[in-house]
């Protein structure tokens, strides 16, 4: 079965840092998503990407947080200056052509901020 | 007003039970319904689709009340490995088609 490709597993990093988060969506999609989740609350939407633009993005995707899909593969995001706030599971999720199938998602980056 | 909002549990039930979970929604422009399943700390794996006739995966029923807003799923004949975090999510079907989810029913079915 197609999976989502989420790296690194786990990253650790210090506040004012900049951190990337990588995902490899499933080959054949064209919807990405970022969604975070705060370690007890509920998944939160970050931002979403359509023919290599943002279509959507939340309070929460600020000027701090950015998103890339450089290369036709792979689907970055990346956060300028961390904070311990950000210290959340990172999900990356893709959905196909049309937009109204069901999500996959990725396994996740927990990014910790110290 | 949450857009989702889910009973938070936890439902502790005995192997075999039968349990319910409900869930509201608050914007009547939400077009398509999902049950996921979440395990600690894992991501969010598809349970099943709502539609509003009703429809049923095995153990699991899930039904739509589009007028009351309202979304619901059953679990017939519980397994332990059926102890999760179950989540209702909502998608509008505006341009990024992004997902709102609950925050989450917690089920811990014992022996």
């Known amino acids: 079965e197609p999976e989502v490709t989420q790296t690194p597993s786990h990253q650790v990093t210090q506040m004012g840092q900049e951190v990337i988060l990588r995902c490899v969506p499933i080959?054949?999609?064209?919807?990405f998503y970022w969604y975070r989740q705060i370690l007890g609350q509920k998944v939160e939407f970050l931002v979403s990407?359509?023919?290599?633009?943002?279509?959507?993005k939340s309070e929460i995707f600020d000027d701090q947080f950015s998103v890339e899909r450089p290369d036709g593969s792979n689907f970055t995001l990346k956060i300028r200056s961390t904070k311990l706030e950000d210290s959340a599971m990172y999900f990356c999720?893709?959905?196909?052509?049309?937009?109204?199938?069901?999500?996959?998602f990725g396994s996740g980056t927990r990014l910790t901020v110290v | 007003r949450k857009e989702v909002e889910q009973d938070p549990g936890p439902f502790n039930v005995p192997e075999g039970a039968t349990v319910a979970f409900n869930c509201t929604y608050s914007?009547?422009?939400?077009?398509?319904f999902f049950w996921y399943r979440q395990d600690c700390r894992k991501e969010p794996k598809l349970l099943m689709s709502?539609?509003?006739s009703g429809n049923e995966d095995g153990r699991f029923t899930a039904q739509l009340n589009r007028a009351s807003q309202y979304i619901s799923l059953l679990i017939r004949d519980s397994k332990l490995s059926d102890s999760a975090t179950y989540l209702c999510?909502?998608?509008?079907?505006?341009?990024?088609?992004?997902?709102?989810f609950g925050s989450g029913t917690r089920l811990l079915v014992r022996p």
């Open positions: 999720a893709s959905s196909e052509e049309s937009g109204t199938g069901p999500y996959t």
């Open positions: 080959s054949n999609h064209l919807y």
């Open positions: 990407f359509y023919n290599n633009e943002i279509s959507e």
């Open positions: 914007n009547s422009a939400s077009q398509s």
């Open positions: 709502v539609y509003s």
């Open positions: 999510v909502v998608r509008r079907m505006d341009s990024s088609y992004k997902l709102i």
